[in-house]
Every structure is written in structure tokens, then in C-alpha cells.
């Protein structure tokens, strides 16, 4: 229920046990650095050597030149991207319309694309996409699904190259049918054009949502985060919930980077909360231009896809 999709599930939802709380026992989560329940409130610093300080990445002031592509595609992607577009592109995408391909023809087809919402990175998708998994890979090669999950978080950006415009694919995410949080890139001016900053049901701080019904249970604004979720879920594939969670609302950073939407959270996105914070770091800082030779790491890569998520997904 699109109108109102958290009022049944606010009211019953008991928190299932989760990866998370299995992994507690055995030490995994303190190997994460997620023992201090602190670090939820606050970006969490690199664990790695950058190629720029911490404090120009995401920087989205005095733009000019080609970064002026980031500005704009912001811009048009808040006046566009109303409850109702967002909520027609989930049923659009749905039952799979684009077709069967296998994760690595897909990362082939995203090779070319560059995002024109990241003032951080000009190079290309496949690029970054393997500059995250390799860092979280040396970091925790315990978990390699972790890495796994570092290589694919924006294989759904391969929308724009099947016809998407980006500014309905790429760029952070904000919750529609609610006013859009403070933090938002570019603020509140961004939202001027768009119809549902005038419309009574949509720009108050809960909208149609109900008290704590959960980030499941919202329509964030339709992009590759969302769609890469629900080619997962439609195709079973074996990735912990932390990881999915990861993909799903890795670009909500008015949640994870910014303590936004805490009305609209429940239980179990306050226990995924760190887990999307600590991949958030990896994915920020990992943009450099340090190059991995592809060449000589797409084997273990190639082992990991056979293992979690083998053969053709119905995309």
C-alpha cells in the first residue's frame, strides 16, 4: 500500500534475529569495529591511506567547469523525482523487464558509464566498483561477501545504460511522500520545482508514513540502489541481510551520515544502521586514483559471483 505502506507492519513487526546478531558471539562484529554503539551517530573515519583529505570528498560547493554536471543532475532529480514517479518505477521494474544476464555482463555493460551526480570521481562505474570491493576485501577477508557486496552496490546504475536518464538512476536517495530531510544535496531550494513540495500529503515531516514503520516500508526516490535490491531479492540470492541493507540504502545519507528519518526507523534499521555506515566508508574514501589491474583480480571475483549469485538473474 503506496499510500500509506507502514500502518499493518508498524504496529506488528517483532525484529528477527538477524546476521548481525548471530555474528555478536563469535567476535565478528567487534573484527567490524562496530563495538562502540556511539559510532552510529557519526561518519566513521577511513582505515585507509586517501589520496585527499577527508574533508573535500562530497564536496559540493563552488562547483564549476565539468563538475557543474553535478549541480545540475541534482537539481533535476529533486524536481522529478515525485512519490508518484518513484513509486511507478518500482512497479515498472517489478517483474524483471530488462532480462536475463549474468552479474559479470552486466558489469561489462556498466563499464562505461560515468556518474554525473559524484563531484569525487570522474572515472568510470566498474572502476569504483572494484576499488571498494578491493579495499573492503584487504580489510576483511573474513567476510567475503562483504567484498562481494563492495563490487556490485551500483551495478544497478546499469539502468542509465538501458535508457534511464541519471537523474533517475545515480546520486544520494531521500524518502519520497514525506518533506525532504535538511540534509539533503543542495537543500530545500533543490525541491522548489518539484509538485510535492506544494501537496498537502507530502511535505510534512511524516507525510503518509506512520511513527517508526520502517525504511522497508517507505518509497525512497527511485535510483540504482533500490532497483540493484530488488534484482536480488527476485533472484534469492544468498547475500546476509547487512548486505542487502547495504545496497539497498547505501546512497540514503541523510540517514546514515546525517541521523535524518530516526521518526520513520524501526528496530532493525537502527540494527543495520552500522553496518551501512561502515560499507558507506569504504565506498566514499575508496574514490582515488589508484586503479586496480582488473585483469589480475576478476578471477576471485569471478568465484565469489559463482558462489553467491551464479548464472543468469532475470534483471
Same mark, same amino acid.
Given at each position: ?76 532529480? $529533486?524536481?522529478?523525482?515525485? $512519490? ?9 521494474? /517489478? ?47 573474513? $567476510?567475503?561477501?562483504? #567484498? ?13 545504460? /538501458?535508457?534511464?536518464?541519471?537523474? #533517475? ?42 511513527? $517508526? ?54 528496530? /532493525?534499521?537502527? #540494527? ?33 559471483? #559463482? ?9
Amino acid at each position: 500500500n503506496l499510500r500509506n505502506p507502514g500502518v499493518t507492519l508498524c504496529s506488528t513487526m517483532k525484529l528477527l534475529p538477524t546476521h548481525l546478531e548471530k555474528l555478536e558471539g563469535n567476535g565478528a562484529l567487534s573484527s567490524l569495529g562496530l563495538d562502540d554503539p556511539s559510532e552510529i551517530y557519526r561518519p566513521k573515519p577511513p582505515e585507509f591511506e586517501l589520496d585527499k583529505d577527508v574533508e573535500n570528498f562530497r564536496n559540493y560547493e563552488n562547483l564549476d567547469g565539468e563538475m557543474l554536471r553535478v549541480r545540475d543532475t541534482y537539481y533535476e532529480m $529533486h524536481t522529478k523525482q515525485t $512519490h508518484e514517479f518513484a513509486s511507478s518505477q518500482r512497479a515498472k521494474y /517489478k517483474e524483471g523487464i530488462i532480462g536475463r544476464y549474468s552479474v559479470l555482463e552486466m558489469m561489462d555493460l556498466v563499464a562505461g558509464l560515468v556518474d554525473e551526480s559524484d563531484p569525487d570521481t570522474s572515472l568510470t562505474n566498474d572502476i569504483h566498483m572494484y576499488q571498494t570491493a578491493e579495499r573492503i576485501r584487504a580489510a576483511y577477508p573474513e $567476510h567475503p561477501w562483504f #567484498a562481494l557486496v563492495g563490487l556490485i552496490h551500483d551495478l544497478g546504475k546499469v539502468l542509465a545504460m /538501458k535508457g534511464e536518464p541519471q537523474w #533517475a538512476v545515480v546520486g544520494d536517495i531521500f524518502v519520497t511522500g514525506c518533506k525532504p530531510s535538511p540534509s539533503v544535496v543542495f537543500g530545500e531550494p533543490s525541491f522548489a520545482k518539484n509538485p510535492d513540495s506544494t501537496d498537502p500529503r507530502y511535505n510534512t515531516e511524516y507525510g503518509i508514513y506512520q511513527p $517508526h514503520c520502517g525504511l522497508e516500508n517507505v518509497v525512497t526516490s527511485w535510483g540504482h540502489d533500490e532497483y540493484m535490491f530488488q534484482v536480488l531479492k527476485r533472484n534469492n540470492v544468498q547475500i546476509p541481510e547487512e548486505g542487502l541493507y547495504m545496497i539497498r540504502f547505501h546512497s540514503l545519507y541523510p540517514w546514515h551520515h546525517h541521523s535524518d528519518y530516526k521518526h520513520l526507523c524501526n528496530e /532493525k534499521d537502527n #540494527a543495520m544502521l552500522p553496518w551501512v555506515q561502515k560499507f558507506s566508508s569504504f565506498d566514499l574514501y575508496s574514490k582515488g586514483e589508484k586503479i586496480p589491474v582488473i585483469e589480475e583480480i576478476r578471477p576471485f571475483y569471478e568465484d565469489l559471483i #559463482a558462489q553467491y549469485c551464479p548464472g543468469k538473474l532475470l534483471w
